[in-house]
């Protein structure tokens, strides 16, 4: 019996730390309509990849998570051109005062019509 208690904890010990290597792709739209409602199922390490489109949102949080969110291919101008955050002139598009991670990152996207909120000891690191 020993062995057995043993073993289940090593199983379990093993299985925490691969959970830990693992990311999940979470697609607007084809997953979730709304960036911010990938966000919410994101977990940290995720990446939020958002299609070429116009999305019409305001206030996107990061929800304390540490998270990309990015274009399709954040190097082609085309497709940084033609995925839009329209913020319809209704506020800020990010509010990252709170709840950003570390090396949280925002990548490739095109924000129009709205600004972003951004704390200077985050601002340098966060956008790329």
């Known amino acids: 019996m020993k062995k057995l208690?043993?073993?289940i904890i090593i199983i379990v010990?093993?299985?925490g730390f691969q959970r830990t290597a693992w990311t999940a792709v979470i697609r607007v739209p084809v997953d979730?309509?709304?960036?911010?409602?990938?966000?919410?199922?994101?977990?940290?390490?995720d990446e939020v990849i958002i299609s070429p489109?116009?999305?019409?949102?305001?206030?996107?949080?990061?929800?304390?998570?540490?998270?990309t969110?990015?274009?399709?291919d954040p190097d082609d101008p085309d497709i940084v051109?033609?995925?839009i955050i329209d913020g319809q002139q209704m506020g800020p598009v990010f509010n990252l005062f709170t709840?950003?991670?570390?090396?949280?990152?925002?990548?490739?996207?095109?924000?129009?019509?709205?600004w972003a909120e951004v704390t200077q000891f985050i601002s340098h690191r966060l956008c790329r």
């Open 5 to 7: 208690g043993i073993t």
């Open 32 to 45: 979730y309509p709304i960036i911010m409602d990938a966000i919410f199922a994101a977990e940290d390490g």
């Open 81 to 83: 051109a033609s995925t």
């Open 99 to 114: 709840g950003v991670g570390n090396d949280a990152v925002i990548s490739g996207l095109t924000i129009r019509n709205g």
């Open 53 to 67: 489109g116009t999305y019409y949102e305001n206030k996107i949080k990061f929800s304390f998570k540490t998270i």
């Open 13 to 15: 010990i093993v299985f």
């Open 69 to 72: 969110i990015r274009s399709i």
